[in-house]
Structure formats: C-alpha cells, structure tokens
T-cell receptor, first 115, second 118 residues
Framework: DGGITQSPKYLFRKEGQNVTLSCEQNLNHDAMYWYRQDPGQGLRLIYYSQIVNDFQKGDIAEGYSVSREKKESFPLTVTSAQKNPTAFYLC??????????????FGQGTRLTVV | AQKVTQAQTEISVVEKEDVTLDCVYETRDTTYYLFWYKQPPSGELVFLIRRNSFDEQNEISGRYSWNFQKSTSSFNFTITASQVVDSAVYFCALSEENYGGSQGNLIFGKGTKLSVKP
C-alpha cells in the first residue's frame, strides 16, 4: 500500500516529557514536511527536509527537533521546551524538492495531548 | 507579505444546495501557485486542485469548480449539488516562487468547515 504512515494516531504526553512522532513514506518522495494544526487554524510549518541528512526550520520550529537519516523516514520530536504542544500534527511529502508547484501528500496525522 | 484569507469559518447547507467557499490571497510575487485541499474527519488532507498564477482559466471537475480572478486576488471554490460526503474542512493555500520564506512552504488559510445536512 503506497502512502504516508504516521504513528501513533493518538499520543498523550506528560508535562516535561519528550515524545517522538513517526512519519514513514514509501512514495519515494524527496521532500518531507511537518505541519502543526490547531483548532480553527490553518496549518503551520514546523520543519522540512528536501534531501536526506538535511532539514530546515519552518515558521514555528522552536521546541521541536527532527532528523532525516533515511529517505523514507522523518521523525519529529516534541521536546519539553515546546510550551503548548497539544495539537494535531501532519506529515506531508512532495515529489521533487518542494511543494512549490506540485501537490503535497499528507498522512492521517497524530493528535498529541499533554496531560 | 503572503497571506491567505478564508473569511467563512463555517458554512451549513442542505443537501443538493450549491455552495461557494471563498479564498482571498496576498502575494508579492508574480509567479505563485494556489491550491485547495479537503480535510475529512479522518484528518488527512486531500489535494483537490492546483492553479498557477499564469493560468486564469476556470476549471470544472464533476460537481467541483474553481474561479480564479487575479484582479481580485481570489480563488473561489464552488460545489454544485452538495452531498453529505462533501462535509469536511476545506483549505486554500498559496506557494510563492521567489518569496516563499521557507522554500516551498504552503501558506494555508484557516479553513472553512462545510457541513452538508441530509
């Protein structure tokens, strides 16, 4: 089955804990992205990677970290430094190097709740 | 600065009604791309359409149609004869070629929640 797999679907985190959200793709796309969605808000870019072993900060990178050791995988770590992590997180991929002029493909998201 | 405005937060219609979702954008660039995505309750975003700034032709795909007007910086989306399965959040998005900030970033509007009642 081709596509993007995000796991887990629901995640609960205690205050002060780091958690890692998984994003795996078998579409052979170069570019991968992490977006955050808050209720009533559009999506905001956290980090993106256009090639293995390289990634760039997006608009709201503070309190998050990523790695891109394999083309297929782009995990996102929500650190304790992120003051308000409760949100819906979406991973996306894009063929070529950017979302500039091609459609992006999205995973089904991870809903993170701080308890 | 680049910006996408979807002024309609929520719209509720009865099945078979036509509905138009508005999208107004701001950009400094002459080359840009506009998108519509659908987010059903399951959460993933589904691509609907892409339009580049040089192509002002309107497009129709089944019950869906899009009206791109550069003069008013609008890219509106109409669903004809709406169905319950059209219930979702719809996002309009913009990507600029030369002033994208984070390269290739999609700038999203806040979305319009469409509820179609039987």
């Amino acid at each position: 089955d081709g596509g993007i797999t995000q796991s887990p679907k629901y995640l609960f985190r205690k205050e002060g804990q780091n958690v890692t959200l998984s994003c795996e793709q078998n579409l052979n796309h170069d570019a991968m992205y992490w977006y955050r969605q808050d209720p009533g808000q559009g999506l905001r870019l956290i980090y993106y990677s256009q090639i293995v072993n390289d990634f760039q900060k997006g608009d709201i990178a503070e309190g998050y970290s990523v790695s891109r050791e394999k083309k297929e995988s782009f995990p996102l770590t929500v650190t304790s430094a992120q003051k308000n992590p409760t949100a819906f997180y979406l991973c996306a991929t894009c063929p070529g190097g950017a979302t500039l002029n091609t459609e992006a493909f999205f995973g089904q998201g991870t809903r993170l709740t701080v308890v | 600065a680049q910006k996408v405005t979807q002024a309609q937060t929520e719209i509720s219609v009865v099945e078979k009604e036509d509905v138009t979702l508005d999208c107004v954008y701001e950009t400094r660039d002459t080359t840009y791309y506009l998108f519509w995505y659908k987010q059903p309750p399951s959460g993933e975003l589904v691509f609907l359409i892409r339009r580049n700034s040089f192509d002002e032709q309107n497009e129709i795909s089944g019950r869906y149609s899009w009206n791109f007007q550069k003069s008013t910086s609008s890219f509106n989306f109409t669903i004809t004869a709406s169905q319950v399965v059209d219930s979702a959040v719809y996002f309009c998005a913009l990507s600029e070629e030369n002033y994208g900030g984070s390269q290739g970033n999609l700038i999203f509007g806040k979305g319009t929640k469409l509820s179609v009642k039987p």
